[in-house]
């Protein structure tokens, strides 16, 4: 069975930091497009980081960011725990989501083929 398990989430105060992490079972992720998104109640979810896969021959480290959270997050890969990371520092109240990571054989957008069950992020003094 392919899933996707969201991990890291949690309460932090603005300004400070959080590592999510992406594990996949039943399939490995170096070959998958992987995205992570976010959504608050009531608004549209939106993409907040992709990372490429290597199945084009390619390392699978080319990255691309929301305008909003670039220079703040960072995605990576650690292929050996079949886990994709997201970094995020600097927080700030309006980062405040629940945060999904999902895969893709092709492409980093919303209809990827696999998602996880989110993780809450809270940012608040």
């Known amino acids: 069975q392919l899933q996707l398990v969201e991990s890291g989430g949690g309460l932090v105060q603005p300004g400070g930091s959080l590592r999510l992490a992406c594990t996949a079972s039943?399939?490995?992720?170096?070959?998958?497009?992987i995205g992570w998104f976010r959504q608050v109640p009531g608004k549209e979810r939106e993409r907040v980081a992709c990372?490429?896969?290597?199945?084009?021959?390619?390392?699978?480290?080319?990255?691309d960011y929301l305008d909003a959270v670039k220079g703040r997050f960072a995605i990576s890969r650690n292929n050996a725990k079949n886990t994709v990371y997201l970094r995020m520092a600097s927080l700030k109240p309006e980062d405040t989501a629940v945060y999904y990571c999902?895969?893709?054989?092709?492409?980093?957008?919303?209809?990827?083929?696999?998602w996880g069950k989110g993780t809450l992020v809270t940012v608040s003094s």
């Open positions: 039943g399939f490995a992720l170096d070959y998958y497009v």
């Open positions: 990372i490429n896969s290597r199945s084009d021959g390619s390392r699978g480290d080319s990255t």
């Open positions: 999902a895969a893709d054989n092709h492409a980093c957008s919303g209809r990827m083929d696999y």
